[in-house]
């Protein structure tokens, strides 16, 4: 970057001893950890259901639910005993209910309540072995370092010298900052996302800049790939099951968040909920995991703790995504909303392995750009974790949770909090999302057929018989050009940064982004013909690879 500090080496750990970090202190912790997890859902349940006849329905309504899931709707990584389990609860709950004294029905209510959040817990909880961990620190920058040497249809390149990791997975942003942060209180990772292989570019990067490694939710689906089970069991990811929605499990998977946050744990997860189906940054922001920092900040202070919290936008940049096909036409067709991550993209541990390979062979870099740390406020923060306020006024962050002299847990005021701070996040994601060659191409030559068919709608533009997808040289020239200033406008205000490629001549602009374009798709998104003119070979693809510069009012200009 040309005004940006971007790191190409692995940074030193800000702790080094792996037996002082967070992660592996709570696993030592496991049993009280758990304990606590369970006993603040347990308390929210009997809050939420306050007498037995609500909470007798709710669990009736969690085992049906349940017997769907595994009967209906059965995934590999679902155990044999689970069914057993929920079949044995039907007399359980016909037993219950014919109990005539209140007080008693009710003490064997909270008795199942607590059987069946000891399961999800014991099913959810996270597990950090620093000898799995060292052993995965040592192996795999090799195997990716190598896995970027090479390019599709050349292996040998495999195992031949080259560009170290770090050279092509630049890290880039606010990294000082972050590391002195990671010292003195607990951050939270939000990143973008767009592709399955978002978790472990991340767990690259944090590595990368020194600080120690997060927690994280991961679709339990994954678990059954045996390629990442052993790592994913054992370095701090724990199990999400997105077939779960009744509130006792949503619940324990909050608390379970919160009570990690209290304890130091610094984490990851993706505010957006899901992949961006239509290849747009995040404008939209779910605010059930956000509203867990600043509740957790919230136990802080009234236990007393002045810890403070540090949220950290990140945004991922990359010529292309691999599921890119898949994710636009669900996301034409409105659908996909609820699914985090679908059983056949990952069969087995072959494709697996062909995912990561492409992935990481069909771009010639990969940019992890870390955002300006902020406190569960949205306020800035300086390098001592100090907080100041729009107009640069220091503030307390205690005094945000005060009502009439004393700390209190008012969840419509958590709530406001939660908002302003999805807002400040997407604000961020907007000004530390950088540009490359590939995105302008992209854009400029998606404007220039709509602006040929302005009066067809979306819909209407991705179906255009092959005849219409050509555009003449000198115009798809004279697009790049136009968009290339206004992009330079925007960076002079910060509203985004641009890759260094993006300050060559127009020719190297169009040579470079049509190259990398949507790498790893069969047939090439753009290409340039010897007829002098631009040739799109799907709508669909260039439409998504289009979104991701929208936001900043580049489609106002004329192409």
């Known amino acids: 970057m040309k005004d940006s500090t971007t790191y190409k080496v692995k940074l030193p750990y800000v702790i080094e001893d792996v037996k002082e970090w967070p992660i592996y202190k709570v696993s030592q912790d496991k049993e009280k950890y758990l304990a ?3 006993e603040k859902t347990k308390q929210e349940t009997l809050e939420l259901l306050s007498n037995e006849d609500l909470l007798l329905n709710e669990l009736k309504t969690i085992r049906y639910q349940e017997i769907i899931r595994l009967t209906k709707n059965h995934w590999q990584s679902d155990k044999p005993e689970e069914l057993e389990f929920w079949k044995a609860k039907k007399n359980e709950l016909i037993r219950i209910s014919d109990i005539e004294n209140p007080e008693e ?72 900052q972050i590391r002195a942060l990671a010292t003195k209180g607990t951050l939270i990772f939000v990143p973008t996302h767009f592709s399955n292989l978002d978790s472990p570019t991340m767990g690259m990067a944090i590595n990368g800049i020194g600080v120690p490694p997060v927690t994280y939710g991961a679709g339990i689906n994954l678990f059954t790939i045996k390629l990442l089970s052993n790592f994913m069991n054992n370095l701090g990811s724990y199990k999400v099951d997105r077939r779960r929605r009744n509130s006792v499990y949503l619940n324990l998977l909050k608390d379970y968040s919160t009570v990690g946050l209290t304890r130091g744990v610094h984490s990851l997860f993706f505010p957006g909920g899901t992949r961006s189906r239509s290849g747009a940054i995040e404008d939209k922001l779910k605010l059930g995991l956000l509203g867990t920092a600043v509740e957790a900040q919230q136990i802080n202070l009234s236990n007393g703790r002045k810890d403070k919290i540090f949220i950290v936008p990140v945004v991922l940049n990359y010529h292309f995504v691999m599921e890119a096909s898949k994710l636009i036409t669900e996301h034409l067709k409105s659908e996909g909303k609820e699914h985090y991550l679908n059983k056949d993209e990952f069969k087995n541990s ?114 255009l018989p092959k005849e219409e997808l050509e555009i003449p040289y000198f115009r798809f020239e004279r697009g790049i050009e136009r968009m290339k200033k206004e992009l330079l406008k925007l960076k002079s205000k910060q509203k985004l940064k641009l890759a260094d490629e993006i300050y060559e001549d127009t020719n190297f602009i169009i040579n470079n982004g049509i190259k990398f374009l949507g790498s790893y798709h069969p047939k090439p998104v753009l290409k340039k013909t010897k007829k002098n003119t631009i040739v799109i070979s799907s709508m669909k693809l260039l439409y998504f690879y289009h979104n991701r510069t929208l936001g900043y009012g580049l489609e106002s200009l004329e192409y």
């Not at 607590?114 to 799995?132: G, T």
């Not at 970027?148 to 990294?175: T, V």
């Not at 945000?400 to 701070?421: A, D, H, P």
């Open 350 to 463: 072959l494709n697996t392995i062909k995912f990561i390979y492409k992935f990481f062979t069909a771009s010639p870099k990969i940019i992890t750009s870390f955002g300006k740390p902020m406190d569960v406020l949205g306020n800035e923060v300086d390098f001592d974790g100090e907080s100041y306020n729009g107009i640069h006024q220091k503030v307390k962050i205690e005094d945000y949770f005060i009502t009439e002299g004393k700390i209190t847990n008012n969840k419509q005021r958590n709530r406001v909090y939660t908002e302003r701070l999805a807002k400040n996040i997407i604000k961020s994601f907007h000004e530390n999302n950088i540009v490359f060659t590939s995105h302008v191409v992209a854009f400029v030559a998606f404007e220039i057929i709509k602006e040929k068919h302005e009066q067809l709608s979306i819909y209407e533009l991705v179906r």
């Open 105 to 176: 029905r009710e003490l064997e209510l909270i008795k199942l309540l607590d059987e069946i959040m000891n399961l999800y817990a014991n099913e959810i909880v996270a597990n950090f072995d620093p000898a799995k961990f060292n052993l995965a620190r040592k192996i795999l920058p090799f195997v990716f370092s190598r896995l970027l040497n090479a390019f599709p249809g050349k292996l040998y390149k495999l195992f031949a010298p080259g560009k170290s990791l770090h050279e092509k997975l630049q890290l880039n942003g606010a990294i000082e």
């Open 36 to 38: 606590e997890v369970i």
